[in-house]
């Protein structure tokens, strides 16, 4: 974050684009990235709410542009998970110290952090939120493009689980360097792999978030004794496996945190057949996030209730 | 082919030319110097921290003061921030010729895609040098642990890059001999077999940090830093040593 970056956008403030002269009543300030802010605006044109992103440096927001716009033009607006355009506006802004600032606008996304969901919410939100994550992660992956700034701070998630993902100043295409990425989910910290952008990365930085979720503080411990030697895929799986929240999917992430799975696709469909308790057969144990559940016709009504759920949203 | 020399240092300079002239040099020569200050909490920076911004501003680069935590994330950020930026100077010079202002930001949002479009193009895929010259004095020992983690680091985001990206290190003072600074590791693509960067050092009393500075702008310009050369280059530069 440059230390010269203060644009003094506050609450009540009327931002007016230079080149096209759209105009956005401040509401609040939304987050810090480390590349600009984002608020909460409202569009006078449609008296409609949306996210501003005002940025430090016009080279490097335009970076972010540019993968926007790529990622816009490319999708098509058919299919069951039709989406909105990431970008709606782009422009520069004056502010209040004199200067010129580059900004663009997207849609709001609402939304507590994923931790936050979950500790709100209950950790038996996670298998559906997770798999949402993953479905997204897939669709980027289809069209050669990967996420790679995954972390909890870049997952939003409103109700009923309805997650969606963040800050896409770490997309990169397939191949290139990764953009931009957070230690402690970027595989080659773990000495698990490259910084070369490939669906695998997502899968691995995926793998530390779950990891990151339920067993927060002994990843943190983790990542102050270990020496950089020493960094593994074996560490990490060891949290897990003495993780009683993360047994169930134990399995799971050993795959992807030695890049097993070829793409988001194939992870999200194996992660959906781990949710499918309608096969016991499979189970000699109960899935942790069921363990409140007294009896068999309380599993078959989840079971029913979830593949409601999937149905909804898949 | 882009060139950058990262200096890695925790002190004045006290011996030998000034460290911002041979910056300069740097410059001259199309290699941009960075420098990074590591210093621990509680150890007196002001002195060293005034130099540290002269240098790099000299030899067109950046500057930061840092603890050791974050020496690896700063070494990345600093080595790709200067590609953007070498990439930006030339970017602007083309601006100016061909439409008299050489101000991106004064372009409009589209024709700013396209351009940003063809820099990040040319960040990636260009090719990239970069000289790594490492303090030794007293006072980095502990810190060389995790300058050598910086150094694994960055090289693991240089193979990422389309591009062709080499390091190569150095440090400095040299040895016992009064040699300005010894070549550790050599033009190298890869760290893999490499089990220490530095051996088994002998910390050097002075740090002569310009000219070990000017050997490694040698080392860029003919492939060796000159014992046979260091009559020629002290000679002319040791006029000017204060």
């Known amino acids: 974050m440059t230390t010269s970056f203060k644009p003094n956008i506050r609450p009540g403030m009327t931002i007016t684009g230079k080149w096209k002269h759209a105009r956005y009543r401040v509401e609040r300030l939304l987050g810090e990235g480390s590349n600009g802010k984002v608020y909460l605006v409202l569009q006078e044109r449609d008296r409609s709410y949306c996210a501003l992103k005002v940025g430090a440096d016009a080279v490097d927001l335009q970076s972010e542009i540019n993968v926007l716009k790529l990622l816009d033009k490319e999708q098509g607006r058919r299919g069951a998970l039709a989406q909105d355009a990431f970008l709606l506006d782009v422009d520069d802004l004056y502010a209040l110290d004199g200067r010129e600032y580059p900004f663009y606008t997207m849609k709001y996304v609402r939304g507590s952090t994923l931790s936050d969901y979950l500790k709100q919410q209950g950790m038996e939100w996670f298998p559906l939120v997770g798999l949402t994550v993953l479905n997204k992660l897939a669709e980027l992956h289809e069209r050669g493009w990967v996420f790679g700034d995954l972390k909890v701070e870049n997952v939003l998630v409103a109700d009923y689980g309805y997650a969606q993902l963040v800050d896409f100043g770490g997309v990169t295409a397939n191949g290139k360097g990764i953009r931009q990425f957070t230690e402690i989910y970027d595989r080659g910290y773990w000495n698990c792999g490259t910084r070369t952008a490939d669906a695998k990365y997502d899968l691995f930085s995926y793998a530390v978030l779950c990891i990151h979720l339920h067993e927060s503080k002994r990843l943190k411990a983790l990542t102050k004794e270990l020496l950089p030697q020493n960094r593994s895929e074996t560490e990490l799986m060891r949290i897990v496996l003495e993780s009683e929240g993360l047994k169930p999917v134990a399995g799971w992430i050993g795959k992807a945190l030695s890049g097993k799975f070829e793409n988001g696709r194939e992870a999200a469909e194996a992660w959906r057949r781990l949710m499918h308790t309608s096969e016991p057969s499979k189970q000699t144990k109960l899935p942790g996030w069921l363990k409140g559940l007294a009896t068999v016709s309380a599993i078959v009504l989840a079971t029913s209730v979830a593949l409601l759920l999937y149905n909804v949203f898949i | ?242």
């Open chain 2, 1 to 242: 082919m882009m060139k950058q020399i990262l200096l890695i240092t925790d002190g004045c300079s006290n011996v030998g030319v000034s460290p911002v002239v041979a910056a300069a040099h740097g410059k001259s020569e199309g290699i941009a110097v960075n420098v990074v200050g590591v210093l621990d909490d509680g150890e007196a920076g002001e002195l060293g921290a005034a130099e540290i911004e002269e240098i790099a501003r000299a030899g067109g680069g950046l500057s930061r003061m840092v603890n050791r935590n974050t020496l690896s994330q700063t070494v990345q950020m600093m080595t790709r921030k200067t590609v953007v930026q070498t990439i930006q100077l030339a970017v602007q010079k083309e601006l100016k010729q061909v439409l008299g202002n050489g101000s991106i930001e004064a372009l409009p949002p589209e024709r700013r895609g396209e351009v940003v479009r063809v820099m990040d193009e040319l960040s990636e895929s260009s090719g990239l040098r970069v000289a790594l010259l490492i303090d030794v004095s007293a006072s980095m020992k502990p810190k060389l642990a995790a300058v050598e983690e910086a150094i694994r680091d960055l090289m693991l985001s240089l193979q990422a890059r389309q591009g062709g990206s080499e390091i190569c290190v150095f440090h400095f003072p040299g040895s016992r001999n009064g040699e300005d600074c010894m070549l550790d590791l050599g033009w190298t693509d890869h760290l893999a077999g490499v089990s220490s960067i530095f051996p088994k050092l002998q910390m050097g009393g002075t740090t002569p940090t310009g000219p070990a500075l000017m050997k490694v702008i040698d080392f860029y310009r003919h492939g060796t830093y000159g014992k046979h050369r260091r009559d020629e280059t002290d000679g002319m530069m040791s006029d000017y040593v204060v």
